[in-house]
């Protein structure tokens, strides 16, 4: 009687764990980690706005804006203030809704980004509702670059991340610069 209750125990547990391997493994897709929700009561705060775009990213008909923020200050003289280092913090924001895309201090790099729209059922004719829109961002330091990818998910109302490219056994990174001072010596050395 017992031995048999065992059999049934150890069979139950085989089946859960059969089945949370089952339901896990369906969870795999392309997202590289949680989806992005939307964060209460964001704030730029001392942030400084440096670009601002609008699009429709979940193409409910209503323009979302794609805001990229950075902790350098302008200058009195209406110059960027440019350090050695400085947050980075891209959004996006619906009405009063933001979702924080990327949001890293990023020592001697930038944050860079694209809206992409693509046309995934190849029409020849597409109209807006047929095309995927996607925030892609170049993320740089002095020691590695990686290429990011956000897209809406209507099934979790957040914005999910995928990892495009991020070289492993990185050392260093050169890098063009469209926000941070250029550096010179660079340009005259070829170094
Ligand atoms: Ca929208």
Redo the contacts with the bound molecule.
């Keep these: 009687m017992h031995t048999r209750t065992g059999f049934r125990k150890i069979f139950l547990c085989g089946l859960f764990a059969l089945s949370a391997l089952i339901f896990f493994a369906g969870c795999g897709g392309k997202a590289d980690s949680a989806g992005i929700p939307a964060e209460e009561g964001f704030s730029a705060g001392d942030l400084t706005l440096l670009e601002r775009s609008y699009i429709?990213?979940?193409?409910?008909g209503?323009?979302?804006s794609v805001e990229l923020y950075t902790s350098a200050q302008p200058a009195p003289d209406g110059r960027m203030g440019w350090d050695t280092g400085h947050t980075w913090k891209l959004v996006a924001r619906?009405g009063e809704r933001f979702y924080p895309l990327f949001d890293e201090y990023l020592q001697y790099g930038e944050l860079q980004y694209w809206l992409v729209a693509t046309n995934p059922k190849r029409l020849d004719a597409p109209a807006d509702g047929d095309l995927e829109i996607s925030v892609y961002a170049a993320v740089t330091t002095g020691n590695d670059f990686k290429l990011l990818r956000f897209a809406w998910d209507e099934r979790s109302a957040a914005y999910a991340q995928e990892i495009v490219a991020n070289p492993s056994d990185q050392w260093f990174v050169r890098h063009s610069n469209k926000y941070n001072i250029p550096q010179a010596d660079y340009t005259e050395t070829g170094r």
Excluded: F, I, Q, R
Excluded at 56 to 60: A, F, I, T, W
């Design positions: 429709d990213l979940n193409g409910d209503e323009d979302e619906a």
